[in-house]
């Protein structure tokens, strides 16, 4: 059973920095794409950022040039350094994981609540 925990979160203010951490469980699960994804009340989830096993990183525009992901494959964890927050960044944060081995499959985190004060 795949378990993905995340955490980093909290409270900052405007300009400042945070940085997120999510472990996936399992040691003889391989994990492809790790990712970032946000949510606010009333609207959609969507991606933050994502990352290859090969490490190609992908960016939504909003978060460009502020944001970094990266990963850790020796255990399974992936980061977000999140720099130069804005109010509009407040949202729930999941991680997300793709599993390819021993079986596929999706996977989420419970999420951790990111709030940005202006």
């Known amino acids: 059973q795949v378990q993905l925990v995340e955490s980093g979160g909290g409270l900052v203010q405007a300009g400042g920095s945070l940085r997120l951490s999510c472990a996936a469980s399992?040691?003889?699960?391989?994990?492809?794409?790790m990712g970032w994804y946000r949510q606010v009340p009333g609207k959609q989830r969507e991606v933050v950022a994502v990352i290859t096993r090969g490490s190609i990183t992908t960016y939504a525009d909003s978060v460009k040039g502020r944001f970094t992901i990266s990963r850790d494959n020796a255990r399974n964890t992936v980061f977000l350094q999140m720099n130069n927050l804005k109010p509009e960044d407040t949202a729930v944060y999941y991680c997300?994981?793709?599993?390819?081995?021993?079986?596929?499959?999706?996977?989420w985190g419970q999420g951790t609540q990111v709030t940005v004060s202006s």
């Open positions: 997300n994981a793709i599993v390819v081995f021993p079986s596929r499959g999706g996977y």
């Open positions: 399992g040691s003889i699960f391989v994990f492809d794409t």
